[in-house]
């Protein structure tokens, strides 16, 4: 009698998710773009687009408009869509028994810890605010970058952690509801999709601009540092990384495949 050897099936190899724009040519645009962005800056250049813009937002702040500014700008506060991601992934992992979903938070807040901190430390930028408080600096000296000299606290201006936050966790929101819904019979509208991914970052964008938080150059640059971060997360295959053996019960896909 002959015994036919039962094997073992080979994981194949791991795969980006595709993203749009397709390929890695958009990312090494973005990468080359916030690059040469930063360059020009320690170079002092836009340092006129940026003044007439953070004067322009003074001159147009009226006490009503400035409320809602404030308001609106909660829309990019880190810490609260840290927890509102989390909670998503938690109740997504509790649904489908898998722990996958919850990967997906735990990767962006150490991408987004890894990255935007230690830039806004390296460039050491004040905001247009540091003129008018504390360290109340000459109106000519809050603008260029790499300001050592300064306390830590006073110069993280570039590039927008506000921005960068907004596009990465809406992102990370977007990606969590879609099986969520899918787990109600109902599939998440694209139109849907591009609202939560777009509307709260732009609303971040101009708000953190116009309150005087952050030059326009900071927020274009957490623009391009957000949407490669962004790229960098919806590439990852999370349904087909490889977990721990005792996971092997919790390690069910999640992500809805167009």
Not at 11 to 26: C, I, N, Q, S, T
Request: charged letters at 15%.
């Amino acid at each position: 009698m002959i015994r036919v050897r039962e094997t073992t099936p080979v994981r194949g190899r791991l795969r980006p998710a595709p993203v749009r724009p397709a390929g890695w040519w958009f990312d090494a645009v973005l990468l080359a773009a916030l690059v040469a962005l930063t360059a020009a800056l320690a170079a002092g250049m836009f340092f006129g687009i940026d003044r007439a813009v953070a004067d322009w937002a003074d001159a147009h702040r009226p006490t009503a408009a400035r409320w809602i500014a404030i308001v609106l700008n909660y829309l990019g506060q880190g810490t609260p869509l840290t927890l509102i991601a989390t909670g998503l992934a938690a109740l997504l992992a509790v649904r489908l028994r898998s722990v996958r979903p919850l990967l997906v938070p735990v990767a962006a807040f150490v991408l987004t810890l890894l990255t935007i901190g230690p830039l806004k430390v390296w460039t050491a930028r004040p905001a247009p605010s540091a003129s008018s408080k504390e360290p109340f600096l000459p109106a000519e000296q809050t603008l260029p970058l790499f300001q050592d000299d300064l306390p830590v606290r006073f110069a993280q201006s570039y590039p927008s952690g506000h921005v960068a936050n907004a596009i990465v966790w809406y992102g990370v929101i977007a990606v969590l509801l879609a099986p969520l819904l899918a787990g109600l019979g109902r599939a998440m509208p694209r139109r849907l999709v591009l609202v939560v991914r777009i509307v709260p970052p732009a609303v971040v964008l101009c708000t953190t601009t116009y309150l005087g938080w952050h030059w326009l150059t900071d927020s274009v640059a957490g623009l391009l540092l957000g949407l490669l971060l962004d790229r960098l997360l919806h590439r990852v295959p999370w349904d087909d990384l490889p977990l721990p053996d005792p996971l092997r019960n919790w390690s069910g896909p999640f992500t809805t495949r167009p």
